[in-house]
């Protein structure tokens, strides 16, 4: 299915009073719109392939229909969103779940569509049917050399799907770990993860990234061998200057401080990029800012004051990408939820006065720096980054268009309201 950007200029014709008002309103007392809005419409957010279809968990999956049936409807989709908000011009595959059979074609689709290939995900947390050894105790951490092989020569075969795609990054998660006390050495764990992982980034292209992913807990329940920031840390310091490490939101405990990690991690230059999500309890891969987005603005304001520190370009120096899975809602309508959140953070953050507040940090002044940053977040920003969306040829109102257009109807009479989506 493809959008007309006839549909899309009629869209906007209808709604482009209001806004225009919203926006000359919005715009009035900000400092440098232009700059702004530029920022906002070069910002692009990478959609996991894994995430067009329903989700679900071992309690039920309630798929809705028309979901893409292979990597080219996946595309297609991917397609539709960002026609949709001009922000989404980027997939991050998962393999196996999507081998490109024939990545020549996928390729110049997708490049018509506007969109570019991030990050390349590895699998060695699933038991393929032809797989000769089980991942069961764990991949690169296990005690039999031979499963630490298979799970090295997955990943070379990932980067040379990623090669062919043009991507220039891989994405390590292990869900290696432990249930109980006892069963693992954490030692060995960690030097047989490491070992794996230097012949992994040796395999890697010069210009390419790999992005360490760390989670605190699930699948296993009593440790995790990539745990959390200061174990993906030191791995990515052992591997070398490609290696950075990966932040996932939903693989905290709860009310760890995230910003805080970022900073750090950004300080050291070993940040790569984000899963962006959403959580209240464990990993539960929620719509971006539907639960926490003051959070997420803070996190934002902490990449704004590291990167610029480094004289960082915003769009391009990091990975920005979405996790997360659709138990109860349209994945599209969900998608286009998640990256108007990053897009809102985003907006909210670059309104930060980062000289003020370094002013008043300085002064110990903590009600003066608290203000500071709220003045920002409680900014409604929606006219501007509406009006980014507008100057890039996109919908005003991506879900509104979406609902009018009926898309998911299209896509449930075109693919059947049964097909299922390779994915979580
Ligand atoms: C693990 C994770 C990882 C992906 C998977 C789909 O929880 O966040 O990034 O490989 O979800
Ligand atoms: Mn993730």
Redesign the pocket.
Known sequence: MHIEKSRIEEHNHKLAAGHKKQFERAAADMMDVHGVLQKLMDFQVAI?S?ALGTGGTRFGRFPGGGEPRNLEEKVEDIGLLHALNKSSGAVSL?IPWDIPSNPGPIKAAAHKLGIRFDAM?S?T?QDQKDQKLSYKYGSLQHVNQHVRNQAIEHNIQVIRHGKELGSKSL?V?L?DGSCFPGQLNFRKAFQNTLEGLQRIYAELPDDWKMFV?Y?AH?PNFYSMTVGDWGQSYLYTSKLGPHAYT?V?L??HHPNTNIEQIVSLLLMEGKLGGF?FNDSKYG?D?LTVGSINPYQLFLIFNELIEGMDAREMNHAGDLAWMI?ASHNVKDPLEDLLQSVEAIKLAYAQALLVDQKALKTAQQQNDTVLSQEILQRAYRTDVRPLVAEARLRSGAALQPIALFRDLRVREKLIAERGSTSVAT??
């Open positions: 996991p894994w998962h995900n699998n947390f994405t998660w869900s992913e989670k699930e990966l996932d939903g693989h899963h990993d891969d996790d994915g979580l």
